[in-house]
């Protein structure tokens, strides 16, 4: 299977029937949020597989320019995700990923 990276021409199809699985993902805060949603939301009118984030007060490439936050690992931690459910692959941790305890509770960050 190959990986899509859609760009504009991609968001402006007409006819979203047999696209590949597509991750996509935006910060709430920056100018592309809307066409993302609205990309998203039409992907599913067409019965396609699209999971959409949309990271709350996220900036345009904030994971590149704040790499070092706690939104940015989050964001990169459900890209690694979905790519790991994608090709069934084992799941990917970083070192930092919270993983819940075996009796159960609530996982914890440090």
């Known amino acids: 299977m190959k990986i899509l990276i859609t760009g504009s021409r991609t968001a402006r199809a007409t006819d979203l029937t047999n ?27 067409a019965d396609g597989q699209a999971e959409l984030h949309v990271w709350p007060g996220g900036f345009h490439a904030f994971d590149t320019f704040a790499h070092d936050t706690v939104l940015s690992g989050d964001m990169i931690a459900a890209r690694d995700r979905w790519i790991s459910r994608l090709f069934h692959l084992n799941p990917v941790h970083r070192e930092d990923d919270s993983v819940a305890p075996p009796n159960g509770t609530a996982p914890t960050r440090s």
């Open 19 to 45: 696209l590949r699985p597509t991750f996509i993902d935006r910060g709430g805060a920056e100018v592309f949020r809307d066409e993302a949603v609205a990309y998203a939301t039409a992907i599913w009118a």
